[in-house]
């Protein structure tokens, strides 16, 4: 009986279990592999559409093409023989000449849809590496995702909507448009018969790709959503990814690298706009700034130990902050006070004397 049933874990989620959001890291690695989010259907509307817009402003150009190089074959085909090499010269140059310009315009479109798509370039050869595992045929997986899932659902109900509005659209086109292509047909001029059917069929080119392109639309953000669900992390593999972080030297320079960027940028500004700094003079640095606006005393800018104590003096000297040498003072103010908070009132006396030395303020002002 139970062979009888549909397996309706061919309906649950292909990752059971992975509840968590797909970290940086995984996505970054994932782009890296070349796999990101993207819809065909798109790149390929994209390309339809910048071809139909070329064919059709190429259009006459393109039929005194066609036209010429008949002409050229036809009144020399009696004349020389078949093999001559001028043939093939003829030939390529009309070719490139007719063919270049749609080619190379659905090549931009595809380049772009790309690029769109990827938010910028990305080259690599993953996905092209040769894999025993592409090799082997996976009927299962293959009729699960396109018949029992939402993926594959989506699909067969958007490749059923473009052929209907296809006929639809061709249905209305040619039966609004046949009494006038009868009766161009019945008065025997080719040209325009021909020249109507070419601009019939333009014209149902040019609204279903527009109309491609708006069903392409919705398709990029399930394609999205499936890619997402896909990146999707299990508790314990966020837990291993985060010791393999841990662990990664490159990882770990770069987060070193990247904090030591922001703690710079932020020590610059604070330490440019100071009134002083006191040093130990190599391993401890404060700085500060007095607004009698805003405070009763001078508050703390910023502080650093080692690397930061030197970048720190760097930046003052480089931004003319005048610099006092006072080894039990900094020792003191880096060890009592944080970032943003005033100086206690027990050192008000020496920084009095500190800032009447540098002549920032008279010392009777935090007395």
């Given at each position: 009986m139970k062979s009888d049933l549909l397996?309706?874990?061919w309906f649950a989620a292909e990752d059971e279990g992975r509840t968590e959001e797909p970290s940086e890291y995984k996505l970054r690695k994932a782009r890296e592999e070349g796999r990101v989010p993207k819809s065909q259907d798109l790149n390929s509307s994209l390309v339809f559409l910048f071809t139909v817009i070329v064919l059709v402003f190429l259009s006459k150009s393109i039929l005194s093409g066609c036209a010429e190089i008949m002409r050229f074959f036809f009144t020399r085909c009696n004349e020389s023989e078949v093999a001559n090499?001028?043939?093939a010269y003829v030939f390529a140059r009309y070719f490139a000449r007719l063919v270049l310009p749609v080619s190379l315009s659905g090549i931009a479109a595809g380049i772009t849809g790309n690029i769109i798509q990827?938010?910028?370039l990305i080259f690599t050869l993953k996905p092209i590496e040769p894999k025993f595992s592409k090799i082997i045929p996976k009927f299962g997986e293959y009729f699960k995702n396109t018949l029992f899932s939402f993926k594959g659902i989506f699909n067969i109900v958007k490749s059923i909507?473009?052929?209907a509005v296809i006929v639809a659209i061709a249905y209305l086109i040619i039966?609004?448009?046949?009494?006038?292509l009868v009766h161009t047909i019945k008065t025997g001029n080719v040209l325009s018969s021909f020249s109507m059917v070419s601009r019939?069929?333009?014209?149902l080119a040019l609204i279903v790709s527009v109309i491609f392109i708006i069903v392409a639309i919705p398709d990029y953000f399930v394609q999205r959503r499936e890619f997402m669900e896909s990146m999707k992390m299990t508790k314990y593999e966020q837990k291993q990814e985060y010791k393999e972080m841990e662990g990664d030297p490159e990882i770990k320079s770069r987060l070193m690298a990247e904090q030591r960027r922001i703690l710079s940028q932020n020590v610059r500004k604070a330490v440019s706009e100071a009134d002083v700094v006191i040093t130990n003079p190599t391993h401890f640095a404060v700085s500060m700034k007095y607004d009698p606006s805003v405070t009763d005393a001078p508050s703390v800018t910023a502080k650093g130990q080692d690397e930061i104590a030197l970048l720190m003096r760097r930046i003052a000297d480089d931004n003319g902050v005048p610099i006092v040498e006072n080894r039990p003072l900094a020792r003191a103010l880096y060890a009592d006070t944080e970032?943003?908070?005033i100086i206690p009132d027990k050192y008000w006396h020496v920084l009095a004397e500190i800032y009447a030395e540098v002549g920032k303020y008279n010392s009777k002002s935090i007395e």
């Amino acid at each position: 009986m139970k062979s009888d049933l549909l397996d309706l874990q061919w309906f649950a989620a292909e990752d059971e279990g992975r509840t968590e959001e797909p970290s940086e890291y995984k996505l970054r690695k994932a782009r890296e592999e070349g796999r990101v989010p993207k819809s065909q259907d798109l790149n390929s509307s994209l390309v339809f559409l910048f071809t139909v817009i070329v064919l059709v402003f190429l259009s006459k150009s393109i039929l005194s093409g066609c036209a010429e190089i008949m002409r050229f074959f036809f009144t020399r085909c009696n004349e020389s023989e078949v093999a001559n090499p001028r043939f093939a010269y003829v030939f390529a140059r009309y070719f490139a000449r007719l063919v270049l310009p749609v080619s190379l315009s659905g090549i931009a479109a595809g380049i772009t849809g790309n690029i769109i798509q990827n938010r910028g370039l990305i080259f690599t050869l993953k996905p092209i590496e040769p894999k025993f595992s592409k090799i082997i045929p996976k009927f299962g997986e293959y009729f699960k995702n396109t018949l029992f899932s939402f993926k594959g659902i989506f699909n067969i109900v958007k490749s059923i909507g473009k052929v209907a509005v296809i006929v639809a659209i061709a249905y209305l086109i040619i039966r609004r448009n046949i009494p006038l292509l009868v009766h161009t047909i019945k008065t025997g001029n080719v040209l325009s018969s021909f020249s109507m059917v070419s601009r019939i069929a333009a014209q149902l080119a040019l609204i279903v790709s527009v109309i491609f392109i708006i069903v392409a639309i919705p398709d990029y953000f399930v394609q999205r959503r499936e890619f997402m669900e896909s990146m999707k992390m299990t508790k314990y593999e966020q837990k291993q990814e985060y010791k393999e972080m841990e662990g990664d030297p490159e990882i770990k320079s770069r987060l070193m690298a990247e904090q030591r960027r922001i703690l710079s940028q932020n020590v610059r500004k604070a330490v440019s706009e100071a009134d002083v700094v006191i040093t130990n003079p190599t391993h401890f640095a404060v700085s500060m700034k007095y607004d009698p606006s805003v405070t009763d005393a001078p508050s703390v800018t910023a502080k650093g130990q080692d690397e930061i104590a030197l970048l720190m003096r760097r930046i003052a000297d480089d931004n003319g902050v005048p610099i006092v040498e006072n080894r039990p003072l900094a020792r003191a103010l880096y060890a009592d006070t944080e970032v943003g908070d005033i100086i206690p009132d027990k050192y008000w006396h020496v920084l009095a004397e500190i800032y009447a030395e540098v002549g920032k303020y008279n010392s009777k002002s935090i007395e």
